[in-house]
């Protein structure tokens, strides 16, 4: 996910620096980088790269303390506002040493409540997360000049790629007291070098989200139930949690799984159970402890991890009636947690080859339905085998299909038990769905000349749709006890090849099961793997039928590929050491590869 977003900011900065003359120190006279007086703030957005579960702010330009100021306003008491400070500053980023800004606060029922946070900065190639922590204790020290300054010993700096976040963390009025949220305000933001120069900002630059919420390595995750205010924190080796609710303990079953959104700073992070029947219990742990138990599921940037029913059931006890009323996280170095929720788990879909259906852009009150008739092309992609995808948000988290023409009668399709017809689910997670042919056959009949001209969206709540395509069904798989492929990260151009030898650790991880996960991005959305070496020969693995050849394909989804041991054993044999030392990736139009994992599949 980091390694994505340096490419996606680094093109923001390379626009805005070929639509000015770049960032330049400013005149001696200058005082402040930003002031909002000239009434743009594009380059700030919120943020979810360092908490996946935060909710988003309302940004807007206020009159506040006597200027204009960047307002931050929302219901939630924890906030993170990204600035995009590489695109800002162009060239002159890596003479950043220094960010300082005012901001200030309101309580909305009159009485003064602190607050607190921090200041994020991501530095270096690996965008290295680094931070000062920031306060307002006092009434009179309101507003309140802040700032971060990049610490010399740690040998790194700002680069391409690189940007701050700042966070509201503690707010004591909202989390103390019972009032309402505070609003926040930022003002005369000011970037500096080594030397106290203000440097020039081109308040221009637009700000680039964060890569989709990063799901690698995890399932999808439905009909989600919320263990209300699970947050909480603790040092390495301390445990802390709640008393799970009758609504937690209902939604473990059979098929479900916990899902955690954390920090942590090892990565890691895991349950224990410690009223047990069974005994005090660690869950999601592997190796951790020495114990070389089951492991977790966790995403590729360490910020979600899954346990699955099953797990938590192989050392409690099949019946949730024995597992004690508290469940609590704990990890190998200090971690903090920011939620947790309960869903039915299933394998990802992806929609591989899709064809956008061009124009499905639109939205609707709760049970209502709006859509458009089905271009021939859509038509033509209805195959078995296929799956609609759709991108969406809804008051609720779900959404379905309606086929409101068809001869089989008006039709919902994935609507599962919205409806109380205990019908048939889409997979979705509040922002895609997919819903299959398989699915929408089973209610319309096999024959898509038969399920009418349109295709509508509905939601149990208001809801809007934002596209629509139609594509290959192919299932990525959650993966578990990852092996990272060290240095791997090389680009090539249009059917060129690049790679590495493999280490003894991906060797060993090479196993039945095992799975090789590739994070990159490529002009035509494909990659795959050669194996330059092999015994067998010269050999493309998950290439599908890029090449003509009708080969196996990986799954891939333009971010993430996934290839399985059996693919590779299936060209290359099924001993690993005749499949020479050299692991490489390809891809049919120019392609760049951040990291290669291989970790062990779910079943």
């Known amino acids: ?85 590489d695109a800002l500053l162009g060239d002159a980023i890596s003479e950043l ?20 946070g921090c200041i994020y900065a991501f530095l270096g190639e690996d965008l290295s997360k680094d931070y000062s922590e920031w306060s307002i204790y006092l009434e009179s020290g309101n507003p309140k000049t802040i700032s971060y300054t990049v610490d010399p010993d740690d040998g790194l700096s700002f ?22 949220a505070a609003t926040f305000y930022i003002d005369d933001i000011t970037f500096y070098d080594a030397d106290g120069n203000v440097l020039a900002a081109d308040t221009t630059a637009e700000y680039v989200s964060a890569a989709d919420e990063d799901r690698s390595n995890l399932f999808a995750v439905s009909d989600a139930v919320e263990f209300e205010g699970f947050a909480t924190s603790g040092d390495g080796w301390s445990q802390d949690g709640f008393d799970m609710t009758e609504e937690i303990l209902a939604a473990l079953v059979p098929g479900s799984v916990v899902e955690i959104t954390y920090s942590s700073e090892n990565g890691d992070i895991w349950l224990v159970m410690p009223d047990a029947e069974a005994g005090w219990m660690r869950v999601g742990v592997g190796n951790y402890d020495g114990s070389g138990s089951d492991s977790a599921y966790y995403n590729g940037s360490a910020n979600i991890a899954q346990i699955t029913y099953e797990q938590i059931a192989a050392v409690c006890g099949d019946d949730v009636s024995t597992w004690g009323a508290r469940m609590q996280c704990e990890a190998s170095g200090a971690w903090e947690v920011y939620s947790i929720k309960v869903g039915s788990a299933s394998n990802q879909i992806v929609a591989q080859n899709a064809v956008e259906f061009e124009g499905f852009a639109t939205s609707g009150d709760g049970w209502s339905q709006a859509g458009y008739d089905m271009p021939q092309e859509i038509i033509d992609a209805l195959v078995p085998g296929s799956v609609v995808e759709i991108t969406y948000t809804s008051e609720n988290g779900e959404i379905w299909l309606v086929m409101p023409s068809a001869e089989a009668g008006w039709m919902r399709v994935g609507v599962g038990n919205w409806d109380g017809s205990g019908s048939d689910s889409g997979v979705y997670d509040g922002t895609t769905c997919y819903i299959t042919y398989e699915q929408i056959a089973a209610v319309c009949g096999d024959d898509v000349s038969t399920w009418g001209a349109t295709m509508q969206c509905e939601a149990s709540g208001a809801w809007e749709v934002y596209s629509v395509k139609v594509g290959t069904a192919a299932e990525m798989k959650a993966v578990k006890g990852l092996v990272n492929f060290e240095g791997f990260a090389t680009s090539g151009d249009g059917w060129s090849q690049d790679g590495f030898d493999m280490t003894e650790d991906i060797l060993a991880a090479l196993v039945p099961g095992s799975v ?35 080969s196996d394909s990986g799954v891939y989804d333009g971010t993430t590929c996934q290839i399985t041991y059996e693919q590779i ?19 049919s139009g120019a392609w760049e590869v951040y990291s290669v994992s291989v970790g062990t599949a779910a079943e």
């Open 1 to 85: 996910m980091k390694a994505r977003k340096i490419i996606a900011l680094s093109m923001t900065a390379a626009m805005v620096l070929g639509l000015s003359s770049g960032a330049v120190y400013a005149e001696e006279s200058a005082t402040v980088s930003i002031d909002f007086e000239d009434g743009l703030y594009g380059f700030v957005g919120n943020d979810k790269t360092i908490n996946s579960a935060a909710a988003d702010a309302a940004l807007s330009l206020v009159d506040y303390n006597g200027s204009t100021a960047l307002e931050i306003a929302s219901d939630a008491s924890v906030k993170y506002v990204a600035i995009q400070v």
């Open 97 to 116: 040493n220094s960010v300082e800004m005012t901001i200030g606060m309101t309580n909305p029922g009159g009485t003064f409540y602190s607050a607190a």
């Open 569 to 587: 054993a299936a060209v290359c044999g099924d001993d690993v050491s005749t499949w020479g030392a050299r692991m490489q990736c390809e891809s």
């Open 159 to 180: 680069v391409a790629g690189s940007y701050i976040v700042l966070s509201v963390e503690d707010d004591t009025g909202k989390d103390y007291k019972g009032d309402d």
């Open 516 to 550: 090789v996960t590739i994070t990159y991005s490529s002009e035509n959305g494909d990659i795959w793997i050669v194996m330059p070496d092999a015994e067998a020969g010269w050999m493309r693995v998950g290439v599908g039928n890029m090449d003509g050849s009708g």
